[in-house]
């Protein structure tokens, strides 16, 4: 058994940031990628950002310049900077994990309004 548990998310207001993380725990020998998605109100979850065991970074274009990803195999963690919130970041994030198949968090919520 794998667990993603994520923390971190809230209310921030425009142009503010957030930290949110993710540590995998259960049977894990290796976590191959690790990565947020997020999924809007009325939209369809997408790939905000995704990091190999090697720290290859991929973002969606809508976050690069403002978010960061960052891992630390050690404790199978991974972590997503994020600042200069704004309105169209509001979601609930999900925090993935390729550990010989997909994983996925239970989501947490993150709220950009003044």
């Known amino acids: 058994q794998v667990q993603l548990v994520e923390s971190g998310g809230g209310l921030v207001q425009p142009g503010g940031s957030l930290i949110l993380s993710c540590a995998a725990s259960g049977n894990i020998f290796e976590i191959n990628d690790m990565g947020w998605f997020r999924q809007a109100p009325g939209k369809e979850r997408e790939l905000v950002a995704i990091?190999?065991?090697?720290?290859?970074?991929n973002y969606a274009d809508s976050v690069k310049g403002r978010f960061t990803i960052t891992r630390d195999n050690a404790v199978n963690t991974v972590w997503l900077q994020m600042n200069s919130l704004s309105p169209e970041d509001t979601a609930v994030y999900y925090c993935y994990a390729d550990i010989k198949s997909k994983h996925w968090g239970q989501g947490t919520r993150v709220t950009v309004s003044s």
């Open positions: 990091i190999s065991r090697g720290d290859n970074r």
